[in-house]
């Protein structure tokens, strides 16, 4: 059993910065791609930024300069830092992870964390 735990989601101002973080636990063997997913009311959900386990990243062209994805491998934990933030970027924000097992492979959510942004 494999979870994801995030943090971090939070009203904020247009302009502001906020910082999201997300935790694997369990019977982990190693970890592979992991990322941030979002989905604003009424839209998709959509590919934020995704980091692999050599911090190889890419993002969204809609947040790119401006978002910042790494992780922390010994820890199991990726971190997605947003700064000059817009009400567009108002959605439930879930972490995402390729986690490899001793029985086998697993593609795990976390229960998502919501980001606010405020005009």
């Known amino acids: 059993q494999v979870q994801l735990v995030e943090s971090g989601g939070g009203l904020v101002q247009a302009g502001g910065s906020l910082r999201l973080s997300c935790t694997a636990s369990g019977s982990i063997v190693t970890i592979n791609t992991m990322g941030w997913y979002r989905q604003a009311p009424g839209k998709q959900r959509e590919l934020v930024a995704h980091?692999?386990?050599?911090?190889?990243?890419n993002y969204v062209d809609s947040v790119k300069g401006r978002f910042t994805i790494s992780r922390d491998n010994a820890k199991n934990t990726v971190y997605l830092q947003m700064t000059s933030l817009k009400p567009e970027d108002t959605a439930v924000y879930y972490c995402?992870?390729?986690?490899?097992?001793?029985?086998?492979?697993?593609?795990?959510w976390g229960q998502g964390t919501l980001v606010t942004v405020s005009s």
């Open positions: 995402n992870a390729e986690v490899v097992t001793k029985e086998t492979y697993l593609e795990v």
């Open positions: 980091i692999s386990p050599e911090q190889d990243t």
